[in-house]
């Protein structure tokens, strides 16, 4: 048996294992934020950013530190830690150098901690066996499938404004209606690559 490429786990994460459209991970944000498009490009920057390096430096202490130590059993808080720490540099950097971004995201920003892509994509790593650069391009893949997925949805928000919608269905319910098409959309590309 072969061992996949770094490569084809970041196509993979991007298109046809998505981590927002395949594992419906991280919908909170995404639902609240993908209102305009300047928003859902700033979060799904901060988003890839924060997964890519969470899920480097979750690999290291993992593999390092908990691993050798016996201490697998922490996994969870020593992630959920790391997280938190990137989401607060994320938030002061975003703060310091875009303070339009800073408050169109809101409460939204420190969310990001808690925001289950994230954690997800730290814990496939482990459950799947990576290895350091498999994890990298997973952790890369998902943030860029994250983010393809909000600024799509985003696009999409902003053209139905200017629909006629019944009113039932305007706000959350279509905004779900259409990830669903998204998702099946994305279903298109599963004959490409996938991963386990």
């Not at 419906?24 to 890519?52: D, K, Y």
Request: charged share 5%; net charge positive.
């Amino acid at each position: 048996m072969t061992e996949t490429s770094a490569i084809v786990i970041l196509i993979a994460a991007i298109l046809t294992n998505n981590i927002l459209l395949t594992n419906f991970l991280g919908m909170c944000s995404f639902v609240a934020c993908s209102g305009q498009i300047r928003t859902a490009v700033g979060l799904g920057t901060a988003v890839t950013f924060v997964l890519t390096m969470t899920t480097m430096i979750n690999y290291a202490i993992y593999h390092l530190l908990l691993v050798p130590a016996g201490l697998v059993h922490l996994q969870f808080i020593v992630f959920i830690a790391v997280i938190a720490a990137f989401v607060q540099f994320v938030e002061m950097f975003v703060e310091r150098f875009s303070p339009k971004l800073y408050f169109a995201l809101g409460i939204f920003l420190p969310l990001i901690t808690v925001n289950c892509a994230i954690l997800g994509a730290s814990l496939f790593m482990v459950i799947r066996g990576y290895n350091f650069a498999q994890a990298v391009g997973f952790g890369f893949g998902a943030g860029v499938g994250w983010a393809l997925a909000i600024i799509l949805m985003a696009g999409l928000r902003q053209k139905m404004n200017y629909s006629d919608i019944p009113e039932p269905f305007r706000g959350v319910p279509v905004t779900m209606i259409v990830t669903c098409v998204l998702a099946m959309a994305f279903m298109g590309f599963a004959g490409m690559v996938s991963i386990q």
